[in-house]
T-cell receptor, first 114, second 111 residues
Framework: DAGITQSPRHKVTETGTPVTLRCHQTENHRYMYWYRQDPGHGLRLIHYSYGVKDTDKGEVSDGYSVSRSKTEDFLLTLESATSSQTSVYFC?????????????FGPGTRLLVL | KQEVTQIPAALSVPEGENLVLNCSFTDSAIYNLQWFRQDPGKGLTSLLLIQSSQREQTSGRLNASLDKSSGRSTLYIAASQPGDSATYLCAVSASNYQLIWGAGTKLIIKP
């Protein structure tokens, strides 16, 4: 298994509260991704990173920010959590941009915003 | 805008049957297509990756095909087992290398 951990694994928070999710990898892969998964939808890309301090927006980036100060860590921040951000969040890593390599996923973080 | 559809959303079959899961996509300009497996409460595991120039890939009892011109892929599972019960997702790699995902097919294999 690829060395990817996510913390916390479960979190309950209140509307308006800031929340930070952490993804940590031990594979030294260049690319890291944050997705959310909701019932009836496939995974949707929030943000991704292609190197330290290099990030870009995905399909559903509104309300989220990210930071990558080290190769191994990719942080996802909800500045002011809303109930619509209740979801399961997955981190993924890949060696390349995707042409010939797959993505490896962490175990997910379940976030409930009350 | 690329859209990926998986039908059916759920499927239940007796153990031992061969089965086919379907994935369709709207834009044939893809780099690759991947099939993933997701077990409850866990992350996703890559099963097969088919490059856009390939027609199929095989791994054990799994065979995935790709027909870009018709915008379709199938995942064939031979001699199904209860351990195959999971949600299967397909994803296509778009022009910006981002993955576009289907919503998945939940598969239940009855002993």
């Amino acid at each position: 298994d690829a060395g990817i951990t996510q913390s916390p694994r479960h979190k309950v928070t209140e509307t308006g509260t800031p929340v930070t999710l952490r993804c940590h990898q031990t594979e030294n892969h260049r690319y890291m991704y944050w997705y959310r998964q909701d019932p009836g939808h496939g995974l949707r890309l929030i943000h991704y990173s292609y190197g330290v301090k290099d990030t870009d927006k995905g399909e559903v980036s509104d309300g989220y920010s990210v930071s990558r100060s080290k190769t191994e860590d990719f942080l996802l921040t909800l500045e002011s959590a809303t109930s619509s951000q209740t979801s399961v969040y997955f981190c993924a890593i890949s060696e390349s941009r995707g042409d010939e390599k797959t993505q490896y996923f962490g175990p997910g973080t379940r976030l409930l915003v009350l | 805008k690329q859209e990926v559809t998986q039908i059916p959303a759920a499927l239940s079959v007796p153990e031992g049957e061969n089965l086919v899961l379907n994935c369709s996509f709207t834009d044939s300009a893809i780099y690759n297509l991947q099939w993933f497996r997701q077990d409850p409460g866990k992350g996703l595991t890559s099963l097969l990756l088919i490059q856009s120039s390939q027609r199929e890939q095989t791994s054990g009892r799994l065979n995935a095909s790709l027909d870009k011109s018709s915008g379709r892929s199938t995942l064939y599972i031979a001699a199904s087992q209860p351990g195959d019960s999971a949600t299967y997702l397909c994803a296509v790699s778009a022009s910006n290398y981002q993955l576009i995902w289907g919503a998945g097919t939940k598969l239940i294999i009855k002993p």
